[in-house]
C-alpha cells in the first residue's frame, strides 16, 4: 500500500498544484488548453518519437496488447452505454458520452504520466498503442451512438472522421516517424535525442498540471447518479475486464 502511495501521490499533487494555482488566479481556466496543446501537440509527440524510435521494431507493437485492450474497450463502452439508456434513462447522445467516459482510457493526460514513473521503458510506446485503439474503435463507436439520435450518422463513417483525424494528431505522426527509423535502424544524432528528451519530460508534470486546473469550476450537481455509475465502471469494471481479456489471450498462447 505505501508503494503505491509513493508512486501516486507526486502524480496527485501536481494535479493539486493546477487546481491550486487556477483556482488563487495564478491561472485562467482557458489557459490549461494552451498548456494540454502543448502536451499533446509538443511534449508526448517528442517522447513518443523518441520512445518507439530507439527500440526494436518487433516491441513497436504488440498483437496480445492491442486486443486484450481493445476487447476490454468494447466489452465496457457497451455495458455503460446500456446502463446509461436502461437504468439510468439517460438520453442517446449523454450516454455515449457516459460510455466515454467509462470506457475511453485518459491516456494523455492520466495513463501515460502514471506509466512514465512505474514503466517509463515502455511508457511511449503503449501510449501508441492506445491512440490506435481510441481512435479505431473507442472514439468512432460513441460517435456513432451519440449522433444515431441526431441525423442517424452511419458507424462507417464516424470510423472515417475519427481516422482521418487520427491522421493528422501529432502524437500519431510521432509514431509513424519513430516506426520508420526503427525499421531502418538508423541512429538519431546526440543532439536530436538530447532535443527530443527535454521536451517529452514536459509532458507528465504538465499534463497533470492542466487536468488539476481544469477541474476548477465544475460542478456534479444533478449528475452524481450518472458520476457513481461511470466511475464504478471506470474503477472496477475496468480493470477486471481487462485483467481477464489478458488472462484469457495469455492462456489461449499457451494452448495454442
Do not use: H
Request: hydrophobic share 60%; proline share 4%; with cysteine.
Amino acid at each position: 500500500m505505501l508503494d503505491i502511495l509513493v508512486i501516486t501521490a507526486p502524480l496527485y499533487l501536481c494535479i493539486l498544484a493546477g487546481w491550486a494555482a487556477t483556482r488563487f488566479g495564478m491561472f485562467r481556466r482557458s489557459d490549461m488548453d494552451i498548456i494540454g496543446g502543448f502536451v499533446m501537440n509538443i511534449a508526448l509527440p517528442a517522447l513518443m518519437f523518441l520512445s518507439v524510435a530507439q527500440r526494436p521494431l518487433t516491441e513497436v507493437a504488440n498483437p496480445t496488447y492491442l486486443l486484450a485492450y481493445a476487447i476490454t474497450s468494447v466489452v465496457v463502452l457497451v455495458a455503460a452505454y446500456l446502463w446509461s439508456r436502461r437504468m439510468n434513462r439517460t438520453p442517446r447522445a449523454a450516454a455515449a458520452f457516459d460510455a466515454l467516459g467509462a470506457g475511453g482510457a485518459n491516456s494523455g493526460f492520466v495513463g501515460f504520466p502514471l506509466l512514465l514513473v512505474v514503466m517509463p521503458s515502455v511508457a511511449g510506446v503503449v501510449f501508441g498503442m492506445n491512440v490506435i485503439v481510441e481512435s479505431l474503435i473507442t472514439v468512432p463507436l460513441c460517435f456513432f451512438w451519440a449522433e444515431r439520435g441526431e441525423d442517424a450518422t452511419g458507424l462507417l463513417r464516424s470510423i472515417r472522421r475519427s481516422v482521418g483525424s487520427m491522421l493528422r494528431m501529432p502524437v500519431f505522426v510521432a509514431l509513424l516517424a519513430g516506426i520508420v527509423v526503427a525499421a531502418t535502424g538508423l541512429r538519431l544524432p546526440d543532439v536530436l535525442v538530447t532535443s527530443f528528451d527535454l521536451l517529452g519530460r514536459a509532458s507528465t508534470g504538465a499534463a497533470l498540471f492542466s487536468v488539476g486546473g481544469l477541474l476548477v469550476g465544475l460542478s456534479i450537481r444533478g449528475n452524481v447518479r450518472r458520476l457513481i455509475a461511470v466511475t464504478v465502471a471506470k474503477l472496477a469494471l475496468m480493470p477486471a475486464v481487462a485483467w481477464a481479456s489478458a488472462t484469457g489471450l495469455a492462456l489461449l498462447a499457451v494452448l495454442l
